[in-house]
């Protein structure tokens, strides 16, 4: 699996960068246009100022055109050259904004992943819901929801592939991505265990297990032409028959034995 995740094949791989960079060029052009418009004061001698507001429109065009740059030609194949003329500005603008390609990478990596998080945050899982069960079905739904975003996935792979280089991205990623998703289902799973809904087990451990199972069938679903042999071709029938599989493992307690045991307390 992970040989796929770091270098699959180009035919399947050219697809999903492009897609990637429609979703991070969409991404600025909503910004620039939400944001509200603003007046530069232009000195009597030599060139305007830039703005704040107008040096984050363009450090988010470099890093949009990085993101497609480092996606296409990997982090060692991708000069300042490349993402310059990306973002339709000089090599020396660049640099203005960040220092080094090294730098741009460790951006690019953080503000998607970031924007992932409160992405998740803002779809978390409501307090309401009827059941453990229900909570981690959603959760599932809502983690594969966010992984067809190209240009996370794109990102996740191009951090898992520059790990030697850059070791602290993995350690963000575990640590602001994972722990806090494995730590949610944790809640959930031990609600349901104190609800009567599940069996006692381990909560971390079970926790852990779907995550791992979520991020598989998240890179076989990202790449139907190579995985398809795992998943099948229905990916509706995939997901629900996986969702269904892992809420097994967690020996859901049925209403009726949740009853006679109730019963049975004195």
Do not use: C
């Amino acid at each position: 699996m992970v040989p796929a995740l770091l270098s699959p094949n180009a035919a399947s791989v050219e697809p999903f960068v492009r897609a990637a960079a429609r979703s991070a060029q969409t991404s600025i052009q909503t910004r620039f246009e939400t944001r509200n418009a603003f007046l530069v004061n232009v000195p009597l001698f030599g060139p305007a100022s830039e703005s704040p507001q107008s040096q984050d429109e363009r450090a988010d065009e470099i890093l949009a055109a990085a993101l497609v740059a480092f996606g296409e030609n990997g982090y060692a194949d991708t000069t300042l050259t490349d993402i310059a003329r990306g973002a339709g500005v000089s090599t020396s603008t660049v640099l203005r904004y960040f220092r080094s390609k090294d730098e741009i990478f460790r951006e690019v990596v953080r503000s998607t992943l970031i924007g992932s998080l409160s992405m998740r945050d803002d779809a978390a899982v409501s307090a309401q819901e009827p059941s453990a069960a229900d909570a981690v079905r959603a959760l599932a739904r809502r983690y594969w929801t966010m992984m067809e975003r190209p240009e996370l996935v794109a990102i996740v792979r191009l951090a898992i592939g520059e790990l030697p280089r850059f070791p602290e991205l993995a350690v963000f990623h575990a640590t602001e991505a994972l722990e806090r998703f494995v730590r949610t289902l944790e809640r959930i799973i031990e609600g349901g265990i104190a609800r009567g809904e599940l069996r006692p087990v381990d909560a971390r451990a079970a926790a852990r297990t779907i995550l791992a199972t979520l991020a598989a069938h998240a890179l076989w679903f990202a790449y139907p032409g190579i995985y398809a042999g795992i998943t099948g071709r229905d990916r509706e029938r995939a997901v629900a028959t996986t969702i269904e599989t892992l809420i097994q493992t967690l020996g859901p307690v049925s209403p009726t034995t949740q009853l006679a045991a109730s019963s049975d307390e004195p």
